[in-house]
């Protein structure tokens, strides 16, 4: 082998030599070499430049960059959604004080956020509901103003709702429904039933209640995903987290803040929300309602939802808008009612989207309802405990919030953000402060004994006692706090809802579903993983620590889905240049065989002519496989210089902006030299064994 | 004298399909050190299989060949190829240099896998035999710029550049034209003289033939002469000699 040490330079230059004199041979197998190699390049960076986007994203969201939760649950976490809508069942961490004690003081540890997250309903009732509600407010405060401007609305409505019944009337084959219904909305319209109103207001009120609200089909039921932790904890820990309306929830506070992206897509109004979207197609997206006929789709149902407008207008408004719209429009056809008008307006085509855009919001959105909850507000909303039963409560809407460079992005919106104490009520779990209400309330009933353990179970279990004192209708519903107490009260703990406070001990001691751990420094995740995981196992706590990714759920397991076809791709270009670089080398070997021979008879040992195929392909694969890289490199410098523009949504949240500017790394490019050096040494191998037991005598045959 | 080949009642037998060949039935000789000897004998005698055993390339399937003191069938290939190497130099009917090497690289090649000489060394040794071969200005060219004399000078100089101590010859004038082929013999037998290298070539030509000291011939794998002279051989070897046409 010393001899082949000295002759290499030889080899080297039969291998080179032998590679330009068949050209077009090395050609083919080079470009294949080179391509599989660029891919690799370009894919694994581009893969590692989205997981470090989407780490940046998810971590610094919503996840930190480890979450510890319970080995009990039956469920994994995933905080950015799974495949099923409902609460996933994934245990508690019964302590969180005591966890917090345990990782706080680890090393590389920078804090620990308390989490929990379930999924609450917030019910808005209907338009006609909320109008109801306005007219019973101003009968309770004797403002006949009020209740006359309300009757015009309400008579409205109702006339409205006669055109849609009557049309549904002819269409149907069961009427007499249909003829009931027709009667109520008549009945509201006729002048004597609005006759001394006040005089008989609780049961006119009762009638339009019971007899006309359910008329109107649209009712207003939205869910929250809302995710419970330590409201100030939790602006520090998320550097990506930022306010856009309202404020953060003070500290000491109790309250909500809604997702921005939740706010603007469930709780808009819905005229307003598809303006919004053709918005954004025309100008993200770059489709025209010229020629693309899903756009035109969409404009032609948008404008079929006038009724929504006219439903949230009063008298006046009406007849207001009636008046601009004509104008606008220059309309002279006095025979259009306004719903004609409406309709005609939301109409849009490519030459007036912006105007009408902006005419909306700035002339008819003022008069509409535009969002079903406004920051400031205090809303119900309810939930299912984790026994299962219906619980509701008030809760004020402190702001809306977004995370910076997903502002955009849907799955960004999944959560909103609760304190810890208004999360445990809604999850099932006692305040102090509510131990207290519950033993007031069963002195109240009359109920005196009973155990701290069972109050519980009677609470939110409806036990017997409870609810034969209660109304035994209530069941269905499960148990209502505020169904014992009349309207004004309820008012008045709706207003009180924004004021309840608690004790940043009270954060902390209790219940937490999850927890997050931000790091100080983030590249030394495993090991401190490692650090928490013997601290758990050293306390015996049931609990296990998870990384970022698997925090995700779903969306953290689509980069290891992309991961794996891009290898797939990878693993079959190879595979098919390994056949083709096989099968030239075979051809070469056969074609050789006589130059070979005389190496042999000369001789060249069998290591020498081994050498001088491997030699060979592995100099095709150097000069290929620098090229591919190198070009892939570029590409990807190139792209991580102009920016790789996000084309919707889920790619603008795993780009974690609208551009990924990715880089590559040394490891991407060494990682593809040695998969090409593999297949090079694999792909050559046999033919090159072959070769070597080409017998020297097959030298002396001539040639003729 | 020193012996230099040795070869001692050797059978070689080839498989053909179902049949057994049989090449050289009992053939025993001796060459010595300097000696200019041809294997003469029809197409088929065997004189192929003979230098093929005395050039390494194969061993017999009974019997002993020993090349400067070695049995080849003791060896194995790596020893048979090094023996090759450092003994043995080779020259081919079809000349068999490598294409994509030039003329020098060519030359240098041997002297490269022996991997004794420095650089410096090996150009000095690669000009001088290339020198001696006539192809001093040809240094850089490629084989297949050369004419087939020109070629065949370079395969010698590859044979020898090594300083072997044995030359085998398979039929080196067969491809060439005779006058070529005249020059080419009469420059080996020069370099049989001058640098004490036997030489052992097969040959039809009766004219090669005659350039010779000694002369042995085959027929049907056994040795039928073994002599100085030409007499009465080249007419019984070479039935072209009569008319015949091979």
Same mark, same amino acid.
């Given at each position: 082998?010393?001899?082949?040490?000295?002759?290499? /330079?030889?080899?080297?230059?039969?291998?080179?030599?032998?590679?330009?004199?068949?050209?077009?041979?090395?050609?083919?197998?080079?470009?294949?070499?080179?391509?599989?190699?660029?891919?690799?390049?370009?894919?694994?960076?581009?893969?590692?430049?989205?997981?470090?986007?989407?780490?940046?994203?998810?971590?610094?969201?919503?996840?930190?960059?480890?979450?510890?939760?319970?080995?009990?649950?039956?469920?994994?976490?995933?905080?950015?959604?799974?495949?099923?809508?409902?609460?996933?069942?994934?245990?508690?961490?019964?302590?969180?004080?005591?966890?917090?004690?345990?990782?706080?003081?680890?090393?590389?540890?920078?804090?620990?956020?308390?989490?929990?997250?379930?999924?609450?309903?917030?019910?808005?009732?209907?338009?006609?509901?909320?109008?109801?509600?306005?007219?019973?407010?101003?009968?309770?405060?004797?403002?006949?103003?009020?209740?006359?401007?309300?009757?015009?609305?309400?008579?409205?409505?109702?006339?409205?709702?006669?055109?849609?019944?009557?049309?549904?009337?002819?269409?149907?084959?069961?009427?007499?429904?249909?003829?009931?219904?027709?009667?109520?909305?008549?009945?509201?319209?006729?002048?004597?039933?609005?006759?001394?109103?006040?005089?008989?207001?609780?049961?006119?009120?009762?009638?339009?209640?019971?007899?006309?609200?359910?008329?109107?089909?649209?009712?207003?039921?939205?869910?929250?995903?809302?995710?419970?932790?330590?409201?100030?904890?939790?602006?520090?820990?998320?550097?990506?987290?930022?306010?856009?309306?309202?404020?953060?929830?003070?500290?000491?506070?109790?309250?909500?803040?809604?997702?921005?992206?939740?706010?603007?897509?469930?709780?808009?109004?819905?005229?307003?929300?598809?303006?919004?979207?053709?918005?954004?197609?025309?100008?993200?997206?770059?489709?025209?309602?010229?020629?693309?006929?899903?756009?035109?789709?969409?404009?032609?149902?948008?404008?079929?939802?006038?009724?929504?407008?006219?439903?949230?207008?009063?008298?006046?408004?009406? =007849?207001?808008?009636?008046?601009?719209?004509?104008?606008?429009?220059?309309?002279?056809?006095?025979?259009?009612?306004?719903?004609?008008?409406?309709?005609?307006?939301?109409?849009?085509?490519?030459?007036?989207?912006?105007?009408?855009?902006?005419?909306?919001?700035?002339?008819?959105?003022?008069?509409?309802?535009?969002? /079903?909850?406004?920051?400031?507000?205090?809303?119900?909303?309810?939930?299912?405990?984790?026994?299962?039963?219906?619980?509701?409560?008030?809760?004020?809407?402190?702001?809306?919030?977004?995370?910076?460079?997903?502002?955009?992005?849907?799955?960004?919106?999944?959560?909103?953000?609760?304190?810890?104490?208004?999360?445990?009520?809604?999850?099932?779990?006692?305040?102090?402060?509510?131990?207290?209400?519950?033993?007031?309330?069963?002195?109240?009933?009359?109920?005196?004994?009973?155990?701290?353990?069972?109050?519980?179970?009677?609470?939110? &279990?409806?036990?017997?006692?409870?609810?034969?004192?209660?109304?035994?209708?209530?069941?269905?519903?499960?148990?209502?706090?505020?169904?014992?107490?009349?309207?004004?009260?309820?008012?008045?703990?709706?207003?009180?809802?924004?004021?309840?406070?608690?004790?940043?001990?009270?954060?902390?001691?209790?219940?937490?579903?999850?927890?997050?751990?931000?790091?100080?420094?983030?590249?030394?995740?495993?090991?401190?993983?490692?650090?928490?995981?013997?601290?758990?196992?050293?306390?015996?706590?049931?609990?296990?620590?998870?990384?970022?990714?698997? =925090?995700?759920?779903?969306?953290?397991?689509?980069?290891?889905?992309?991961?794996?076809?891009?290898?797939?791709?990878?693993?079959?270009?190879?595979?098919?240049?390994?056949?083709?670089?096989?099968?030239?080398?075979?051809?070469?070997?056969?074609?050789?065989?006589?130059?070979?021979?005389?190496?042999?008879?000369?001789?060249?040992?069998?290591?020498?002519?081994?050498?001088?195929?491997?030699?060979?392909?592995?100099?095709?694969?150097?000069?290929?496989?620098?090229?591919?890289?190198?070009?892939?490199?570029?590409?990807?410098?190139?792209?991580?210089?102009?920016?790789?523009? =996000?084309?919707?949504?889920?790619?603008?949240?795993?780009?974690?902006?609208?551009?990924?500017?990715?880089?590559?790394?040394?490891?991407?490019?060494?990682?593809?030299?040695?998969?090409?050096?593999?297949?090079?040494?694999?792909?050559?191998?046999?033919?090159?064994?072959?070769?070597?037991?080409?017998?020297?005598?097959?030298?002396?045959?001539?040639?003729? | 004298?020193?012996?230099?080949?040795?070869?001692?009642?050797?059978?070689?037998?080839?498989?053909?399909?179902?049949?057994?060949?049989?090449?050289?039935?009992?053939?025993?000789?001796?060459?010595?050190?300097?000696?200019?000897?041809?294997?003469? &004998?029809?197409?088929?005698?065997?004189?192929?299989?003979?230098?093929?055993?005395?050039?390494?390339?194969?061993?017999?399937?009974?019997?002993?060949?020993?090349?400067?003191?070695?049995?080849?069938?003791?060896?194995?290939?790596?020893?048979?190829?090094?023996?090759?190497?450092?003994?043995?130099?080779?020259?081919?009917?079809?000349?068999?240099?490598?294409?994509?090497?030039?003329?020098?690289?060519?030359?240098?090649?041997?002297?490269?896998?022996?991997?004794?000489?420095?650089?410096?060394?090996?150009?000095?040794?690669?000009?001088?035999?290339?020198?001696?071969?006539?192809?001093?200005?040809?240094?850089?060219? /490629?084989?297949?710029?050369?004419?087939?004399?020109?070629?065949?000078?370079?395969?010698?100089?590859?044979?020898?550049?090594?300083?072997?101590?044995?030359?085998?010859?398979?039929?080196?004038?067969?491809?060439?034209?005779?006058?070529?082929?005249?020059?080419?013999?009469?420059?080996?037998?020069?370099?049989?003289?001058?640098?004490?290298?036997?030489?052992?070539?097969?040959?039809?030509?009766?004219?090669?033939?005659?350039?010779?000291?000694?002369?042995?011939?085959?027929?049907?794998?056994?040795?039928?002469?073994?002599?100085?002279?030409?007499?009465?051989?080249?007419?019984?070897?070479?039935?072209?000699?009569?008319?015949?046409?091979?």
């Amino acid at each position: 082998m010393g001899n082949l040490l000295v002759s290499l /330079r030889i080899v080297f230059l039969i291998a080179m030599r032998n590679l330009t004199s068949h050209r077009v041979k090395s050609l083919i197998v080079g470009s294949i070499m080179a391509f599989g190699t660029m891919l690799m390049v370009v894919g694994t960076s581009l893969l590692d430049s989205v997981e470090e986007s989407m780490e940046k994203v998810v971590s610094s969201s919503l996840t930190g960059q480890l979450q510890i939760y319970s080995t009990q649950g039956r469920d994994e976490l995933s905080l950015f959604g799974g495949l099923t809508a409902s609460r996933p069942d994934i245990g508690e961490i019964e302590d969180f004080s005591k966890l917090k004690q345990l990782v706080e003081p680890i090393e590389n540890v920078e804090a620990i956020v308390p989490m929990g997250v379930t999924i609450a309903t917030g019910a808005g009732g209907n338009d006609i509901d909320s109008t109801l509600a306005d007219l019973r407010r101003a009968v309770d405060a004797n403002n006949s103003v009020e209740v006359k401007k309300l009757e015009g609305q309400i008579v409205q409505l109702a006339s409205l709702l006669e055109d849609e019944y009557e049309y549904r009337a002819k269409i149907a084959a069961d009427t007499e429904k249909l003829e009931q219904d027709l009667e109520v909305l008549q009945r509201v319209q006729e002048s004597d039933f609005w006759e001394d109103f006040d005089l008989n207001a609780n049961a006119r009120l009762m009638y339009l209640d019971t007899k006309l609200a359910p008329l109107a089909a649209d009712g207003k039921l939205f869910f929250l995903r809302l995710l419970g932790t330590d409201p100030q904890l939790f602006k520090k820990s998320f550097d990506r987290f930022e306010i856009d309306k309202g404020q953060m929830i003070p500290p000491g506070k109790r309250g909500v803040l809604l997702s921005r992206r939740a706010h603007e897509r469930f709780l808009k109004h819905r005229v307003a929300r598809q303006l919004d979207r053709v918005k954004r197609e025309i100008e993200v997206e770059g489709r025209s309602l010229e020629d693309d006929e899903l756009l035109q789709g969409r404009v032609r149902r948008l404008s079929r939802q006038y009724r929504r407008i006219l439903f949230q207008l009063d008298v006046a408004e009406t =007849a207001r808008l009636d008046k601009m719209l004509r104008d606008y429009l220059s309309e002279d056809t006095p025979e259009d009612d306004l719903a004609k008008l409406v309709e005609k307006f939301l109409l849009v085509d490519s030459n007036n989207f912006d105007e009408r855009y902006n005419y909306f919001y700035e002339n008819i959105a003022p008069m509409i309802e535009l969002y /079903r909850v406004n920051v400031g507000e205090t809303v119900t909303i309810q939930a299912f405990t984790r026994r299962g039963y219906l619980k509701g409560m008030n809760v004020k809407i402190w702001g809306t919030f977004q995370f910076k460079g997903i502002e955009d992005s849907d799955l960004a919106g999944v959560v909103n953000l609760t304190d810890m104490v208004t999360f445990r009520e809604l999850y099932g779990k006692m305040t102090d402060a509510q131990q207290a209400e519950l033993e007031e309330l069963r002195e109240e009933v009359g109920a005196d004994v009973v155990t701290r353990d069972e109050a519980e179970d009677a609470l939110f &279990g409806g036990d017997a006692e409870l609810m034969e004192e209660g109304q035994p209708g209530e069941l269905t519903e499960g148990f209502d706090e505020f169904a014992e107490v009349d309207v004004l009260e309820r008012d008045e703990r709706l207003a009180r809802a924004g004021e309840l406070t608690y004790e940043q001990e009270e954060i902390d001691s209790g219940l937490a579903l999850n927890a997050a751990v931000i790091l100080k420094d983030r590249d030394r995740i495993k090991e401190t993983r490692s650090a928490i995981e013997a601290a758990i196992a050293r306390e015996g706590l049931k609990l296990r620590v998870v990384n970022w990714q698997e =925090a995700a759920g779903i969306v953290g397991q689509l980069i290891t889905v992309i991961r794996l076809v891009l290898y797939a791709a990878i693993f079959i270009i190879f595979l098919v240049a390994l056949v083709i670089i096989n099968n030239s080398m075979v051809m070469a070997t056969m074609e050789r065989v006589s130059e070979i021979g005389t190496m042999r008879a000369i001789g060249a040992p069998r290591g020498f002519i081994l050498v001088l195929f491997m030699l060979e392909t592995l100099a095709l694969g150097l000069i290929a496989g620098t090229l591919g890289g190198l070009s892939g490199a570029l590409m990807i410098e190139a792209a991580g210089f102009y920016g790789i523009p =996000a084309y919707n949504e889920i790619v603008r949240f795993i780009f974690a902006g609208p551009y990924l500017y990715p880089h590559v790394t040394w490891g991407n490019v060494l990682l593809a030299a040695v998969v090409i050096f593999v297949v090079s040494v694999i792909a050559t191998l046999y033919p090159a064994i072959v070769a070597t037991r080409i017998q020297p005598v097959v030298a002396m045959r001539g040639r003729e | 004298m020193e012996a230099i080949v040795e070869i001692e009642d050797v059978t070689k037998n080839y498989p053909l399909g179902k049949l057994v060949v049989q090449a050289l039935r009992g053939v025993s000789l001796t060459i010595n050190k300097g000696e200019f000897t041809t294997i003469a &004998g029809p197409s088929g005698s065997g004189k192929t299989t003979l230098l093929n055993l005395i050039g390494c390339v194969d061993i017999p399937s009974d019997g002993a060949v020993r090349i400067a003191g070695h049995n080849t069938s003791a060896l194995n290939d790596a020893a048979l190829t090094n023996l090759r190497l450092r003994k043995l130099g080779f020259i081919f009917q079809s000349f068999n240099l490598i294409p994509v090497l030039d003329v020098f690289q060519n030359v240098e090649f041997p002297l490269l896998l022996q991997g004794e000489l420095t650089k410096e060394e090996r150009a000095q040794r690669v000009k001088e035999i290339l020198r001696r071969v006539g192809l001093t200005d040809q240094i850089h060219q /490629r084989p297949n710029e050369l004419s087939g004399g020109q070629r065949q000078r370079v395969a010698i100089a590859r044979a020898l550049v090594t300083k072997p101590a044995i030359v085998l010859a398979d039929e080196p004038t067969a491809n060439l034209d005779s006058v070529t082929g005249n020059t080419i013999i009469e420059l080996m037998k020069e370099l049989n003289a001058t640098a004490e290298t036997t030489f052992i070539f097969s040959t039809h030509d009766p004219k090669v033939m005659r350039q010779a000291t000694r002369i042995i011939r085959l027929v049907d794998g056994k040795i039928v002469h073994d002599g100085a002279g030409t007499e009465g051989v080249i007419e019984a070897t070479d039935p072209a000699l009569a008319g015949e046409e091979e």
